[in-house]
């Protein structure tokens, strides 16, 4: 049985946690309810005539999202 308190945890720290204890059970059980009961956003339907632009702009908010949340000094090359 785990003696941390995930509920008083924020997102980065349980995730920062569970990354650390990978052996606990009870971290990895409230990292995945967490996220589960988050409401979930639809990107495109597969019968949207505009499935891939909105495929690709939904991937480039999400790495756009994490450049800016990485350090200045951490540079990351993009490929095209």
Request: net charge negative; proline share 5%.
């Given at each position: ?16 946690y569970f990354l650390s204890n990978r052996q606990d059970q009870g971290a ?53």
């Amino acid at each position: 049985m785990s003696q941390a308190n995930f509920d008083a945890m924020s997102d980065a720290e349980l995730k920062r946690y569970f990354l650390s204890n990978r052996q606990d059970q009870g971290a990895f059980q409230a990292y995945l309810d967490r996220f589960s009961q988050r409401p979930k956003s639809l990107i495109a339907s597969p019968s949207d005539p505009d499935f891939d632009a909105k495929i690709q702009a939904a991937i480039r908010q999400k790495l756009e999202a994490s450049h800016s949340s990485q350090p200045a000094n951490n540079t990351v090359e993009q490929t095209e």
